[in-house]
């Protein structure tokens, strides 16, 4: 049997709001600020970029609405650790626990924090000054690392809010609503000066530009606005910190994965508003260039102010729902028991919140953040895909489980879902094979630490 570490537990303090803004928070980063560009540049015109937009919100939203139920009939920490390990065995729950801990969530925060540091340096352009060069083939590409000024920043962000999390996580759940409505609140000032400023035209969302086109461009668009809408599965993994979570799960994993399809749509309707097709393809960074078209450079910079704000909320919701994967592994005996210890000051994983955030912070030195991020891409959809069947198969294996939230559609709907969530690995796979299968090795590289850990326990 597992070790107990500890008598402290979680606490149940996050509530309804907080749980919302968890879902809204940590969907919402730096893609709807750049990704319309590689959309539109795939599809060719604005009417097919909202096409892409609503199949992939309503995909997202059909893996919501089976994650619910799994949330609120296991309301425990790890999200879908807990999922796979109670439909498939341990042994699936810990690759996918592995999996996360080690590059998912990590490379996330890695990603996200240098985003903040980019969009900081449009205002302190010292920060993508090189401090120092590491002479060893160890950096992207197989070359010399350089290491930015903006990556100790970057650095510190994250320490920052690991402190945070580990001082609380009713405080750190109080920061997530607060950061969530400044982004929105800004995300709307932006929506509406692009709609109401008179610099636009309703003929420009019927404009086109050259694109790939096909399916092949609509799987490209599709890709990038599944980037955008990640992070709707996120709140299951701090299901145990939620108050009344039967029905606070459900009702925040839905209401917040249609809020964002809401201000994805009414952001891109002001995009395309302002800029015809061809310009936004030709834009690295869409909405920048309409609020410069519409308010100057102040509103470019404005956009860089929303963009930190909205890349802030969703870091701090990452490393809250991360952390709490390997403490739940932790927890389980499969995993290193430090990583389960609860402070009983604070009620917080703090093992596992340093564990995760030293880790992320060591990526983002790497400068390979992005590529192991790549790798993983694979796998994450390979565990929606069973995320999904797992509501299928638990209703079959554990029928007497209680389920105060049921999946609408059963078992059309989940299934639809886990089969999309297939092509979505296969085209993947057939796409970019290499990435693919170093995701896969990325997977296999738990296996001896799974029969580890597995030994121990029956000792």
């Known amino acids: 049997m597992p070790e107990t570490v500890g008598r402290a537990e979680l606490r149940r303090v996050l509530g309804p709001w907080s749980a919302a803004a968890i879902v809204v928070g940590t969907i919402i980063g730096s893609g709807i600020f750049l990704v319309p560009k590689a959309m539109v540049a795939s599809v060719g015109s604005p009417g097919a970029v909202f096409v892409v937009w609503i199949v992939g919100g309503l995909l997202s939203l059909c893996g919501a609405l089976c994650y619910a139920e799994l949330a609120a009939a296991m309301p425990e920490a790890g999200g879908e650790y807990i999922y796979l390990r109670e439909a498939y065995g341990p042994r699936w729950g810990f690759l996918c626990g592995w999996t996360q801990t080690w590059v998912s969530k990590s490379g996330s925060i890695a990603s996200m924090a240098t985003g903040f540091f980019y969009y900081l340096a449009n205002f302190v352009p010292a920060l993508e000054t090189t401090a120092f060069v590491v002479r060893l083939p160890i950096g992207p590409g197989g070359g010399p690392l350089e290491i930015r000024y903006g990556q100790f920043l970057a650095v510190a962000v994250i320490l920052f809010l690991a402190l945070l999390n580990y001082w609380g996580t009713r405080l750190v759940g109080g920061v997530q609503v607060v950061t969530t409505a400044a982004k929105i609140g800004l995300l709307g000032a932006i929506i509406g000066l692009g709609l109401f400023s008179g610099r636009g035209s309703w003929a420009n969302l019927q404009t086109h530009t050259s694109a790939a086109g096909g399916a092949a461009g609509f799987f490209v668009a599709l890709v990038a606005a599944l980037w955008a809408y990640d992070g709707w599965n996120n709140l299951g993994m701090a299901a145990s910190e939620v108050q009344r979570p039967q029905r606070n799960l459900p009702l925040a994993l839905l209401a917040g994965t249609l ?201």
């Not at 308010?295 to 890349?311: D, E, F, K, R, T």
């Not at 995760?356 to 565990?383: D, H, K, M, P």
């Open 259 to 459: 809020t964002v399809i809401g201000v994805y749509l009414a952001a891109n309707l002001a995009y395309f508003f302002v800029l015809p097709a061809a310009d936004a393809a030709a834009s690295d960074r869409v909405a920048a260039e309409m609020m410069r078209r519409v308010a100057g450079p102040a509103g470019a910079g404005a956009v860089s102010i929303a963009a930190m704000i909205s890349i802030f909320a969703a870091l701090n919701g990452a490393i809250l729902t991360g952390a709490r994967i390997p403490f739940a592994m932790a927890r389980d005996g499969r995993f290193f028991r430090q990583m389960g210890w609860v402070s009983p000051a604070h009620g917080t994983p703090g093992a596992a919140i340093v564990l995760v955030c030293l880790w992320s912070s060591l990526l983002v030195f790497s400068g390979r953040f992005e590529q192991l991020f790549t790798y993983v891409i694979f796998a994450n959809w390979l565990i929606f895909a069973m995320g999904a069947a797992a509501v299928l198969v638990l209703r079959r294996r554990r029928p007497e489980l209680p389920r105060p939230y049921r999946t609408p559609g059963y078992p059309v709907l989940p299934a639809l879902f886990a089969l999309a969530a297939l092509a979505v690995v296969a085209a993947t796979l057939v796409n970019s094979p290499r990435e693919s299968l170093m995701g896969v090795g990325v997977i296999l590289t738990g296996l001896p630490f799974y029969f580890y850990w597995k030994r121990r326990e029956l000792c």
